[in-house]
């Protein structure tokens, strides 16, 4: 992960509402002998006396289920749009090309929930992505028990408590005035995910270059 102090977002509730945005995360981890594994899968947040914490569910019997429970270090990864960004667009056009992300890392330890508090992370989850709908037939307390008895024996929740929070916004915090709203432009006519990255931009645009102030681009790397 880049370290440079002009890509990281330092208010944290920034920071919780990209997890909240973007709950579809990497989960990775590794077996003592340093085989690794990943998996991809929704991700609930809670905070509990000041403490984040991490909750999702995984299959048994997996490489990952079977990696977390001989090795408990996991790091997740949270990422929202990305997109291309040409240095013809800069000012200077002789240096190059880049790409903008957003990316939050979570490292921790990982331990497996009880049945219990299984079931109730599947009751609030399924809530959740049905948006609060408790009419839905997909819920966790509208499903038949035919299926949650087969489906539940074959999960296994699981709880990360946060001890390393880290993050890259890559927006072009290190152009120029000029250069930042090119590439704004020049994204917002792409489209798509490139259109959310200028959205992205153009909310730190303010602060980055306030009426008045010279931009130095020179303490920068390329």
């Not at 920071?15 to 929704?42: C, H, K, M």
């Not at 966790?140 to 946060?162: C, H, Q, R, T």
Request: charged share 25%; net charge negative.
């Amino acid at each position: 992960m880049y370290h440079f102090s002009y890509f990281k977002e330092k208010e944290q509730q920034v920071i919780l509402d990209f997890i909240a945005r973007n709950p579809f995360a990497f989960l990775t981890g590794s077996f003592l002998s340093g085989a690794q594994v990943a998996t991809q899968i929704p991700v609930l947040m809670e905070e509990r006396e000041g403490e984040l914490y991490l909750q999702g569910h995984i299959m048994r019997n997996t490489d990952h289920h079977k990696a977390f429970v001989e090795n408990p270090s996991a790091l997740l990864v949270f990422t929202g749009p990305d997109c291309y960004v040409s240095a013809s667009w800069y000012s200077n056009p002789q240096i190059g090309s880049t790409w903008n992300y957003m990316s939050v890392h979570i490292g921790g330890k990982l331990s497996f929930m009880t049945n219990e508090a299984l079931v109730a992370f599947m009751r609030k989850m399924t809530l959740k992505f049905e948006k609060g709908n408790t009419d839905s037939a997909t819920i966790y307390d509208n499903l038949p028990e035919s299926f949650l008895s087969k489906m539940m024996p074959a999960i296994v929740g699981f709880e990360i408590k946060a001890n390393k929070i880290d993050n890259v916004f890559k927006l072009s915090q290190n152009r120029d005035e000029q250069s930042y709203r090119n590439i704004i432009g020049k994204l917002e006519e792409e489209g798509g995910k490139s259109a959310l990255i200028a959205g992205e931009m153009r909310k730190r645009q303010k602060e980055l270059f306030p009426s008045g102030v010279e931009w130095d681009v020179s303490k920068f790397d390329s």
